[in-house]
Every structure is written in C-alpha cells, then in structure tokens.
C-alpha cells in the first residue's frame, strides 16, 4: 500500500479530500467521473454526493465530450485550486525541509 500523501495526512481520508487529492496528483489530465473515483479509491456513490461541491466551487471543469462520456479535470484558474495547490506546495517544502534538517543532525552525530 502507498504512503498517503502529505495532503491526506494533513485533511484525513474523507472522500472529498481523496477526490482533491486525486485530481492535485493528477493536474493537467482529464479524467472520467468513472476513472476519478477508482484512482480516488473511492465508490462512485461518493464521488456523485460530493460532485456538486466541486462543480459549486468551480474545482473541477469539464474538458471534452465524446458520445454520453465527458472527462473532467482540475480547474487552475479557481482561486480556492490555487489555494489547495499553493497547501500541497507548502506542505512538500515543509517536508523537505524537516528531512533536510534530519540528515543535518545525522552528519553531525
């Protein structure tokens, strides 16, 4: 099984926060609802009760349509994405960072 990611380990694993996740990961690709909640590892059911939430905040935007099928991806240009991704880039520092200071305290021991 995988690490969480430092955004999970900050939310927790509700499923919204998987979805979020999922698409952060993910940014810059287009994805089924269907391809979303099997990477998000999560029941569609969930991914449709959270659905709204995501389109109300403009989170997420539709690419593409072919026949029934439309695929989705994350919205940069919303200002609560920009926020989220700014969260996962300030996280990833922090991280690096507190293991750049444990290998300093390892040289030095």
Same mark, same amino acid.
């Given at each position: 099984?995988? +690490? ?7 939310? !927790?694993?509700?499923?919204? $926060? @998987? &979805? *979020?996740? $999922? ?8 994805? #089924? ?10 029941? @569609?059911? %969930? *991914? ?10 403009? &989170?997420?935007? %539709? #690419?593409? /349509?072919? !026949? @029934?099928?439309?695929? $989705?991806? *994350?919205? #940069? ?5 920009? /926020? &989220?991704?700014?969260? +996962? %880039? #300030? ?6 960072? /507190?293991? %750049?200071? @444990? +290998? +300093? ?5």
């Amino acid at each position: 099984m995988a +690490e969480k990611s430092l955004l999970l380990q900050l939310t !927790g694993e509700m499923p919204l $926060f @998987k &979805i *979020l996740d $999922f698409f952060v990961d993910n940014k810059g690709i287009d994805f #089924t609802k269907k391809d979303i909640a099997a990477g998000a590892g999560i029941s @569609k059911a %969930s *991914l449709f009760n959270y659905w709204p939430e995501l389109e109300k905040y403009l &989170i997420i935007q %539709s #690419t593409r /349509k072919f !026949g @029934k099928t439309k695929l $989705f991806t *994350l919205n #940069t240009q919303s200002p609560i994405t920009k /926020k &989220i991704l700014e969260l +996962e %880039s #300030t996280l990833i520092r922090q991280a690096m960072l /507190k293991a %750049s200071n @444990k +290998e +300093e305290l390892a040289v030095e021991a």
